[in-house]
């Protein structure tokens, strides 16, 4: 179920990036848990920063369960420099794939 909640301005207390992954990674369960260690470290060989968002970032940031089975990673990858762009894209492609076999 979701509930739509309206803050006004004055009620955010804190604005920030995205969670680096490497923050969100150990607050998944043990469905999502080792696809994202694998991505995580696979980006990170690649020096790729990936930082995650949505129902992942959620749970790490409060310690409520918002991920679930049929939850999508919501994931953000910045390239710096433009041949990341297809680093960025072949990691997705090829981690999209595995977790679809979850």
């Known amino acids: 179920m979701r509930i739509p909640v309206r803050v ?3 009620g955010v207390c804190a604005v920030r990036e995205p969670l680096d992954m490497a923050e969100a990674v150990p607050h998944a ?5 080792g696809a994202l260690e694998r991505l ?3 980006a990170r060989e690649q020096g790729v920063p ?3 968002y949505g129902s992942l970032a959620l749970q790490a940031l409060t310690g409520q369960p918002y991920l679930r089975a049929s ?4 994931s953000a990858a910045g390239a710096a420099r433009s041949h990341q762009l297809e680093q960025i894209l072949e990691l997705l492609e090829r ?3 595995a977790a679809a076999g979850r």
Not at 29 to 33: F, I, S, V
């Open 95 to 97: 981690h999209a794939f």
């Open 71 to 74: 939850s999508d990673n919501r």
């Open 50 to 52: 990936v930082r995650v």
């Open 8 to 10: 006004r301005p004055a």
């Open 29 to 33: 369960g043990p469905h999502w848990r």
């Open 40 to 42: 995580q470290q696979d």
